[in-house]
């Protein structure tokens, strides 16, 4: 089928229109990337500072539990038995001075 010279006319009245929409094609597929990375972006930022519930813990771990005062290291050394002894003989004094706090020296 042989070209016409009304469809070169009408071509390239039409060439005008067709590279926009190229262009717009073009820029459009830029565009979605550039906000999709954005997105992506985004979506890190947010799991990052996230608070996430502990992992149930596993075969290698257990939890650490709360000591009860004067256990530790003490209580396998085995000198708490001295340490009772000690305190058993000696009790805490304490002093109490009425003016102790109430006097303030500005001289230096």
Known sequence: MPIRPIDLQTLLMQMSQ???EQAAEKEGVILQSAMKGGADQKRLAESKE???APKAFEDGTKEVKDRQPGSGMENRRGSKHQDEAETEETPDEVVRDPTLGNR???SG
């Open 18 to 20: 067709v590279g926009r």
């Open 50 to 52: 996230a608070v996430r």
């Open 104 to 106: 303030v020296d500005l």
